[in-house]
């Protein structure tokens, strides 16, 4: 079922590279958020064990590792993620329509194994970083940017997977592409007037949270503030606004 209240929907990047600092946030945040976003700096630095620290908290982990490799490779890496019990995992759709339903069945199949919990599987269409430039230029693909987002959350969903990580941007028409069950996580929020940092592609949380988003992803306007907490209760607020 997905989340319905606004506290459920709001992820929270914890894009640190110690425990500590880590364990410091959630014990401060938790009352606020129930899903926490580990990604590769802090899963390079700490490995397994910051996931099972936010479990025992209470907490909900999204691992964003973006795995992309042969199906085989990618299955087994899915198949790890979820017996370590987490809620949410990304692999990049551009890694072909094989390697998603490789990694689909190995999720599927070993929590019906074991009887867990299996995560919800979600694939990276084109970063919030990219914008029609860069996939121009740099990657060499011509199709228009949100042509391609479609192209690659339709395939996703033939794959089998949950939804998709998308720019907020393409929200509406993935919507329409891809049904009203189809998960949709934006990443890269930045609320009203704060600065966008290396994200070309994205909205406040209000928009968002309008436009038909199921989670969204804030890490550095909360992280770096200088009260964290405050700065979060605001963008909780922001996110309620009518």
């Not at 590769?40 to 691992?63: C, D, H, R, S, Y």
């Not at 551009?94 to 929590?111: D, F, H, P, V, Y």
Request: proline share 4%.
């Amino acid at each position: 079922m997905l989340p319905s209240k606004v506290k459920e929907r709001l992820v929270l990047a914890i894009d640190v590279d110690d425990f500590k600092t880590a364990e410091d946030l959630v014990d401060k945040l938790s009352d606020y958020v129930r899903v926490f976003k580990i990604g590769n700096q802090l899963f390079t630095a700490e490995g397994p064990k910051v996931i099972q620290m936010i479990k025992k908290k209470g907490g909900e982990v999204f691992l964003d590792l973006k795995f992309h490799d042969i199906p085989n490779t990618v299955a087994r890496a899915v198949e790890v993620a979820t017996k370590l019990g987490v809620y949410i995992l990304n692999v990049h759709t551009s890694g072909g329509l094989e390697m998603m339903k490789s990694a689909a069945e190995a999720s599927r199949n070993i929590s019906l194994t074991l009887g867990i919990r299996k995560p919800l599987i979600l694939g990276v269409t084109i970063l919030t970083s990219i914008n029609q430039e860069i996939l121009e230029k740099e990657i060499g693909i011509e199709r228009r940017l949100e042509e391609q987002v479609v192209h690659l959350a339709k395939l996703a969903k033939f794959a089998g997977l949950d939804g998709v990580v998308a720019s907020s941007r393409e929200i509406k028409i993935i919507r329409e592409a891809c049904g009203k069950d189809f998960i949709i996580l934006t990443p890269g929020m930045r609320p009203t007037g704060k600065l966008m940092h290396d994200q070309k592609r994205v909205m406040t949380p209000r928009e968002a949270i309008r436009w038909g988003a199921d989670f969204i992803v804030i890490g550095r306007p909360v992280r770096e503030a200088v009260d964290p907490v405050e700065a979060l209760k605001e963008i909780l607020k922001e996110m309620e606004g009518d």
